[in-house]
């Protein structure tokens, strides 16, 4: 690939982004949502303008962008949040997982959809997209108690749905007659393994940095640990998402120099996050939505009940306010990557069911990648009044 392609590409690409974030301040449109569709304009199913190598690109970038996304929403579980929000956190983030599971998996079921199959759906719909909604929140501008909370769920509810997707497969397996072999080892690995990474890493970055700029990493300090964590993840096969949370939240809680301790991560976060956000929509296949059918239009609509429905049930456990209660699940709507990600290992675990799951988590991903986004935002909106 010649470099004056890389160049124009990389510069057109930019110059979107930024128009994008322009229209998005001016509107009530995410500027999430309105990245994706000019990836989508720009990728296979639109106008294809693309490069070939582009898809290269985009397997880096979601890396590094999700793996700044992961050190920031780790940032929100301080001691002081905890404190504050740690009940409603812990109460909404397992709610919502579980009531996914099981009002998207029963009502599969009740359609006619294999149990094994409904059950293996369900689990896949508790995976979110943390850089969507985090983005969604940053472009608000919106602050307090409903943000702060939203931001602890979204770094651990991705964990929590891995857990117990690695639970669904084996007992699957078990109503199958045939368990996979080492699916709760595995997922032990990735959970327990990223957690132990992620402390291995953030012990000596929460005493180390921070020391040369008064009190804030310098970006050459913040860009070492990123990519660090995300190198050392891949290389040991765990979840980078939860090593770079694990890591933000030893950083944050232990870093007592540290005045600012990702504010140089927030600096150069945008521009991979604009690359990132239209590169994974001229990823998206619109195609894929024909395809889902009946399975995945109930699919659709079960999760968006179900989101509503346990985020207040969690919620009402977790003692939130009786005016926040109803718009949790709806802020929890974006799913991505990791939907994608879950379904390909289901896929591999239950060849027999590989098509279905691909086409509605595909299909259904691209719906809610383009649409929840504006659920986050118009949830932020209705419960974060701005100041007169």
Excluded at 324 to 329: K, M
Aim: proline share 4%; glycine share 12%.
């Amino acid at each position: 690939m010649e470099l004056s392609v890389v160049f124009l590409t990389l510069g057109a690409l930019f110059l979107v982004g930024l128009a994008a974030d322009q229209v998005g301040e001016r509107t009530r449109l995410p500027r999430v949502t309105l990245l994706l569709l000019c990836g989508v304009a720009a990728g296979s199913s639109g106008f294809d303008l693309l490069p070939v190598e582009s898809d290269i690109w985009y397997n880096f970038l979601s890396i590094a962008a999700l793996t700044m996304v992961a050190f920031l929403l780790g940032g929100a579980l301080s001691l002081s949040n905890l404190r504050r929000h740690g009940r409603t956190i812990v109460a909404i983030s397992v709610a919502v997982v579980f009531v996914t599971i099981a009002v998207v998996g029963a009502g599969l079921w009740m359609i006619g959809v294999d149990l094994g199959l409904a059950l293996i759906l369900g689990s896949i719909a508790t995976a979110t997209a943390p850089a969507a909604t985090q983005d969604v929140i940053r472009q608000s501008g919106k602050k307090g108690p409903f943000v702060d909370t939203l931001s602890g769920i979204v770094a651990i509810d991705d964990a929590w749905g891995l857990m117990v997707f690695s639970f669904i497969v084996v007992l699957v397996g078990t109503l199958n007659g045939a368990a996979p072999d080492g699916a709760l080892a595995h997922a032990a690995w990735e959970v327990g393994g990223a957690l132990a990474l992620g402390i291995a890493i953030g012990l000596p970055s929460a005493y180390l940095t921070g020391r040369l700029g008064k009190g804030e990493p310098m970006q050459t300090e913040a860009l070492g640990v990123v990519f660090l964590c995300a190198g050392l993840a891949l290389w040991l096969e765990v979840s980078f998402l939860i090593a770079g949370m694990t890591a933000g939240a030893i950083i944050v809680n232990l870093a007592r120099h540290h005045r600012r301790a990702f504010h140089e991560i927030e600096d150069f976060q945008w521009p991979f996050m604009i690359l990132f956000f239209i590169l994974a929509g001229a990823s998206l296949e619109v195609a894929a939505l024909g395809k889902v059918g009946l399975i995945g239009l109930a699919y659709i609509v079960l999760r968006i009940v179900s989101r509503i429905l346990g985020g207040w049930i969690g919620a009402y456990l977790g003692g939130a306010p009786a005016d926040q209660r109803p718009w949790f699940g709806l802020a929890l709507l974006p799913q991505a990557g990791v939907a994608v990600g879950i379904a390909l290992i289901a896929s591999k675990q239950f060849p027999a069911y590989a098509d279905t799951v691909l086409t509605v988590t595909i299909g259904t991903t691209v719906a809610f990648e383009l649409l929840g986004p504006a659920g986050t935002l118009y949830a932020l909106r209705r419960v974060v009044r701005d100041p007169p």
